[in-house]
């Protein structure tokens, strides 16, 4: 087989990624989770640049996936919305960015 046919051919593990987790949206505020314990909702709106709106949907889509845990609670009677990654949002995070750099390394050229 050339180079170019199992290169095109690796092309299409990319159909088999978590599409939940490629939205650029929702990689983006997985990004940022995954490289802390957690965040509240002000450091993730203030960093990802989306609306409250747009953050809390994407936020929503995450936690019905099974993948983002979302606390709320009041600190000094100030509403506090606590975001973190579940077990299964970690390893789907890990396992989605192993697949990228594996097809992207396999990209012919």
Do not use: C, W
């Amino acid at each position: 087989m050339a180079a170019e046919e199992k290169g095109t051919k690796n092309l299409t593990a990319i159909t088999d990624i978590d599409r939940v987790i490629h939205e650029p949206a929702r990689l983006l505020i997985l990004s940022y989770l995954y490289v802390v314990e957690s965040a509240d909702f002000l450091f993730l709106l203030r960093q990802t640049n989306l609306t409250k709106g747009n953050l809390s949907s994407h936020l929503m889509k995450l936690e019905k996936a099974g993948y983002v845990n979302i606390k709320k609670k009041f600190v000094e009677k100030i509403p506090r919305t606590l975001l973190s990654l579940t077990k299964e949002g970690r390893k789907a995070f890990h396992e989605y960015s192993q697949r990228m750099k594996k097809i992207f390394k396999e990209l012919p050229g």
